[in-house]
């Protein structure tokens, strides 16, 4: 019965209009709707028309009701018919209103339209037998809100959190409609979804009418959100279209456990050795950055002392700081163990190592290795040098068959190529012992002196001990050492020796290991002229000098004793002699030649070669 009541009534009370109509002669026809800003003004259009157009009344009523909340009949606003027009006193309408009327219709303009006239407006015309009718028209105000407001929550949020959290809140005041709000996250709508997005919504009716709509997002954030950007946009009708604003964007501090670690050396750049400063730092994942343990794998259980929680110095380091280190966070959310690790080598180098120590003495000809070493954590280099000369390269020198000059002090520089900041260095003094070794002992000196005049026999001696040299001078009294030096390696001696007849000498040097001898002859030459200076003659080099010059002389000798046979026809002998005056007269240090003649003995001439200045120039004869 009830499902019956249902079905017909709709259709009943269809065909009662059906029939109503066709007994009015009065239409009307309204707009559903009509839509204005809040202040604009509105135009609500009636129009009617007669349908028995030949019989047009000659009297129409015009009323404009209201219908009111809270009241069960409507309110008039308006009166209108051919003598009067009325707008009704009292109420919401009353001077805000303005009715045009012609023979097609109505129309009424509200002006400033306020909230409150979102309402159903009706016009009602009255024909009197021509009937009447009326026309239902909804006035729709619009108030843009303000620009949405966002707020994200300023303190971190974690990600660990497990339902969604506040992370921000948007509000859009003012406007009316009731604006809808919605989320973006990175420019993409976010949707509802249980578990990860919740949107709360508060509407609040403000006293003035007017609709503010603060939406709250709730977020279940992911470690990816670090970066992204949140923003929200209101929407709200319009007249006739829907308009959105946006927020600005804002982006959450996010807090993440730390999933991994890394730990390096800041300080310094590539290889480290002892007596560096060491700085290591540590970093992990996590946000907000936090500070770390950092430990040695040799002692785990000691927590080494850091700066700022994320670097680690070390100064100065040594070898023993080699290790592999570790950091760790300090708080680890119970998360999985994660750390950083780096192996740390601090390379070394140690004092050279020199075999023999300080000095050593070998015998002459005897073959000697020293070694000099330098522990290291690298692979070195080793050179070895004497009197700054580089003498050996490698770890091992080999010194064979040992003379004076080998003798002296051998620097071995140990260097780490691929470090050169380590280097260091020894030494050993070389001695070498031996018997004295004299100065062209090979052959014997033979000399020829004038008798009467002082000749200077030189005698050098090496060794080791220092050799001391004696004299054994036979042929003559009278003799005394005119020098006498030493060095670390030579004896020097000079004897002067006067020549009174033929002289032999023995120079004797000795120390503990041997004695050798160098001999002297002296061949006494009987004075033929006075004032014939002698010179003395030292060692045998002058003799091969004297040798050659005489050699030399004779040739002159020829041409001059041309000359001379010549005396008589060509007056040119004394010339001759000048040349040889003129190029005696020369300078200290060279070599004179002073010849001498018995006074009509061409043959008698006597060579002599002198060292030094000669200040008779008269003896040429
Ligand atoms: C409205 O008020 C005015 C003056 O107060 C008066 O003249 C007029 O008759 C009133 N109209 C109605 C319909 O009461
Ligand atoms: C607001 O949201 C509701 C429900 O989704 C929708 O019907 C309405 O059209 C929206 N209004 C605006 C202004 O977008
Ligand atoms: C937000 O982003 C700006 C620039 O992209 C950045 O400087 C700021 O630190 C970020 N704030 C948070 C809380 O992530
Ligand atoms: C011998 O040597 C001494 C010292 O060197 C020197 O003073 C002297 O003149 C020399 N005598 C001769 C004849 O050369
Ligand atoms: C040389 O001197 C040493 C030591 O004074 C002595 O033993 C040796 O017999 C001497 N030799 C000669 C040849 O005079």
Not at 342 to 349: E, I, S
Request: glycine share 6%; hydrophobic share 35%.
């Amino acid at each position: 019965m009830a499902l019956l009541h249902t079905t017909f009534l709709p259709l009943f009370l269809y065909i009662c209009l059906l029939n109503w109509s066709a007994w009015a002669k009065v239409e009307v026809t309204t707009d559903e709707s009509v839509e204005a800003y809040l202040g604009d003004s509105a135009q609500i259009p009636c129009q009617y028309s007669f349908t028995d157009a030949d019989n047009e009344p000659r009297f129409v009523m015009i009323q404009w009701f209201v219908r009111v909340a809270g009241r069960s009949s409507r309110l008039r606003i308006f009166y209108g018919d051919d003598s009067q027009q009325m707008v009704d006193n009292n109420t919401d309408y009353s001077g805000r209103i303005e009715v045009t009327s012609d023979q097609q219709g109505t129309r009424l303009s509200i002006q400033d339209v306020q909230l409150f006239d979102e309402r159903e407006f009706f016009c009602q015309i009255n024909g009197l037998a021509a009937g009447n009718a009326e026309g239902k028209t909804h006035l729709r105000v619009f108030a843009p809100p303000e620009a949405p407001v966002i707020e994200g929550v300023s303190t971190g949020i974690s990600v660990t959190n497990e339902v969604p959290s506040k992370i921000a809140s948007c509000e859009a005041r003012n406007g009316f409609p009731k604006p809808n709000i919605t989320w973006y996250r990175n420019s993409m709508p976010l949707m509802s979804a249980p578990g990860h997005v919740n949107v709360l919504i508060l509407v609040t009716r403000e006293s003035s009418s007017f609709y503010s709509v603060q939406s709250t997002l709730e977020y279940k954030l992911v470690r990816e959100d670090k970066d992204a950007h949140f923003s929200c946009e209101v929407s709200f009708f319009v007249p006739g279209a829907i308009r959105t604003v946006e927020s600005n964007s804002i982006n959450i501090s996010v807090h993440y456990p730390t999933t991994m670690v890394e730990l390096w050396k800041e300080s310094p750049q590539g290889l480290v050795k002892e007596g560096d400063t060491v700085e290591l730092r540590c970093q992990g994942d996590g946000n907000p950055p936090q500070p770390f343990i950092f430990n040695r794998e040799q002692e785990l259980d000691i927590d080494l002392e850091s700066n700022h929680g994320d670097v680690l110095m070390l100064s100065p380091v040594s070898r023993r700081d080699s290790d592999i280190y570790q950091c760790r966070p300090l708080d680890n959310d119970g998360y999985t163990e994660v750390k950083g690790e780096m192996q740390l080598t601090v390379h070394y180098l140690d004092p050279a190592v020199v075999v023999p120590k300080d000095s050593e003495v070998m015998l002459k000809g005897e073959d000697l290795t020293a070694t000099c070493n330098a522990l290291s954590s690298l692979k070195t280099s080793t050179v070895w040098y004497k009197d700054g000369k580089q003498v050996g390269k490698g770890n091992t020198l080999h010194l064979m068959d040992a003379t004076y000059e080998t003798t002296g002090e051998y620097i071995c520089e140990v260097t780490v190529p691929s470090l050169p900041a380590l280097h260091t260095s020894g030494s050993v003094h070389i001695i070498v012992q031996g018997g004295p070794q004299l100065v062209g002992v090979e052959q014997e000196v033979q000399l020829e002196e004038a008798t009467g005049r002082m000749v200077n026999l030189s005698c050098e001696a090496q060794g080791h001990p220092l050799p001391s040299i004696s004299w054994n001078i036979i042929g003559s009294q009278n003799w005394h050492e005119v020098e006498s030096k030493a060095n670390e390696h030579m004896t020097h001696s000079v004897v002067s020796v006067k020549v009174t007849s033929d002289i032999s000498a023995l120079c004797n040097a000795s120390n503990d290991m041997g004695t050798e001898v160098k001999a002297f002859s002296v061949k006494a030459i009987p004075r033929v002229t006075s004032a014939a200076p002698f010179s003395p003659a030292e060692g045998s080099g002058m003799i091969i000098v004297v040798i050659i010059l005489c050699l030399l002389l004779l040739a002159i000798l020829g041409s001059v004793l041309y000359f001379l046979h010549k005396k008589g026809k060509i007056p040119c002998g004394r010339s001759g002699k000048q040349e040889i005056s003129t190029k005696e007269k020369t300078t200290k240090d060279d070599i004179v030649v002073e010849m001498k003649t018995t006074t009509k003995n061409e043959d008698s001439v006597l060579l002599k070669a002198v060292n030094g200045d000669q200040k008779s120039p008269n003896d040429q004869v």
